[in-house]
């Protein structure tokens, strides 16, 4: 009989999987799981109960939270040579790497998406020996992440970082910074730089539209010296996809990626504070199985599909 490890954070959501989990724990249990709950007791602690469901071979990890409590999963499974699949069920504010999976917030419809049993196995990055699913990053904005109060981001939800972001902005200050990646290399000023593995990054989708999550390569995006009113612009433009194209950007892709400042910039890891940099960046190919909508996996067809009548043309 195949058994199952629910690792969730009950502060998360308002607390809503919480109170849901008795039906989530039947629904497991009458699929044919063997399934336990673990409630995270604070920070560090889904790593450990990660270990320990290695350590037990569970067939299944169950992952209840935001991207945090994601990557803190992921931290601790990432270096076991046997990696139970991930299930996803969004409970946090943004839900980045649910939301590039197609996973409802809906916590039955997420159920049933780990139960149809759809494995697919995707990247994930690492920086200075810690793990992310969904971005790396630096610069003055990106810290906006960690720096949103918690209680803040529960009463608004993503309208905190717009808040926290409009607040930052007169302060933005770019960095000199050579960034080698694969065989080039950037060397200037820049406001921000973003390696995504998926194309959701920050509750935006269209940052990083093209990025797929199993071929092997992150989407890396600079944004160099810009003024305030140009930096508006881009940001305007970039919540609506079309500023790939402006000259301020660097948008390209990636296996592996090194970030030297000249000055002192911070890490942010899956929205996270990650440490200071330097860091190099690499790409695990198709190292963890996850399931995944079947939106998903139409998605990335489109993708390929399109990516490769662009190259043919």
Excluded: C, W
Aim: glycine share 8%; net charge negative; charged share 30%.
């Amino acid at each position: 009989m195949k058994s199952a490890r629910i690792i969730y954070n009950p502060t998360a959501g308002r607390e809503t999987f919480r109170r849901e989990l008795p039906k989530v724990l039947e629904r497991f249990e009458l699929a044919g799981y063997v399934t336990s709950a673990h409630a995270t007791r604070g920070e560090g602690d889904a790593t450990e109960a990660a270990k320990l469901a290695v350590e037990r071979k569970h067939d299944v990890v169950i992952v209840a939270g935001g991207d945090g409590t994601i990557n803190e999963v992921v931290q601790g499974i990432a270096e076991a040579d046997f990696r139970p699949k991930l299930g996803v069920i969004p409970a946090g504010t943004t839900n980045d790497f649910a939301r590039a999976l197609s996973i409802p917030r809906d916590t039955k419809k997420a159920v049933d998406i780990i139960l149809k049993d759809n494995g697919k196995a995707l990247d994930i990055g690492k920086v200075n020996e810690q793990y992310f699913i969904n971005i790396a990053g630096g610069g003055d904005l990106t810290e906006l992440t960690y720096d949103v109060p918690i209680k803040l981001k529960s009463a608004l939800g993503q309208l905190a970082y717009y808040i926290k972001g409009i607040e930052m902005l007169p302060s933005l200050k770019p960095v000199s910074t050579v960034i080698e990646y694969d065989d080039k290399v950037f060397e200037g000023d820049i406001m921000l730089f973003l390696v995504a593995n998926t194309n959701s990054v920050g509750g935006f989708e269209k940052l990083a539209p093209d990025a797929l999550i199993d071929d092997g390569y992150f989407d890396l995006l600079i944004l160099k010296k810009t003024n305030l009113p140009e930096f508006l612009r881009i940001a305007t433009a970039g919540l609506r996809g079309n500023h790939l194209e402006d000259e301020h950007i660097i948008y390209t892709q990636a296996k592996r990626i090194k970030v030297t400042p000249k000055e002192k910039m911070l890490l942010n890891i899956d929205g996270e504070y990650g440490g200071k940099l330097p860091g190099e960046i690499i790409n695990l190919k198709q190292h963890i199985e996850f399931f995944v909508s079947d939106e998903f996996i139409e998605r990335e067809a489109r993708i390929k599909g399109n990516l490769e009548t662009k190259e043919r043309n």
